[in-house]
Each structure stands twice: as C-alpha cells, then as structure tokens.
C-alpha cells in the first residue's frame, strides 16, 4: 500500500512535469518561426528532459510502480498532455502580443 508522502510527492513531480512541458512548449512556439518545427521540437526535446527528471525525482520518490511502461505513462505521457493542453488552449498565442517597437 502506498504512503501518503509517496502519494503527495508524485502528485508534486506530476505539477512540476506539466509546468516544464507547458514552459518548454511554449519557448518552442515562440523562439520557432516555423509552422511544424515547434511540435518536432517539442515531441523530441520535452520527454529527454521529463525522463531525466524522473530519474533524479526516482531517488526521492518510493517506488510506486511495477514496470518502466506505467512510469514513463505517468511521469511523462500525462505531464506532456496537459502541459501541450495547457499551452495550446489557455495561454493566448505569441501571435495575439502587441510588443513594442525596438529603437
């Protein structure tokens, strides 16, 4: 049976993974001009750097999980669902910014 600070410390690693996915996804989005290359990026870049975390947060967390398939599920297919969700639906897109002029 899990413990709730096993409990309380995955749920913290699952906010901090959906926060790294979204912040990285949008600096893919607006440092890329192009129309796909943000989502290449992105499909490749963001689950290297949610697995690394998941290595380091594995020496903190208890182990709560049978296999590496459920592991990755969890700690890296959810956080870059939501954090793509998050990005695309509720942050408005780079393009709608008014900045201004550079002298």
């Known amino acids: ?33 192009t129309q796909w290359g943000w989502v290449v990026y992105s499909l ?4 290297v750097v949610l697995t690394a975390t998941t290595i380091l947060a594995g020496a903190v967390i208890p182990p709560l999980f049978d296999g590496a398939p ?3 599920a969890t700690f890296v297919g959810l956080p870059m669902a939501l954090g793509f969700t998050v ?6 897109a780079p393009d709608e910014y008014d900045l201004p002029e550079a002298n």
Do not use: C, E, K, Q
């Open 87 to 92: 990005d695309l639906l509720y942050v408005p």
């Open 1 to 33: 049976m899990a413990s709730l600070v096993a409990l309380g410390l995955t749920a913290a690693v699952l906010v901090v993974h959906t926060l790294v996915a979204a912040v990285l996804a949008r600096f893919f989005r607006i440092r890329l001009n």
């Open 70 to 72: 459920l592991l990755l």
């Open 44 to 47: 490749a870049l963001i689950p």
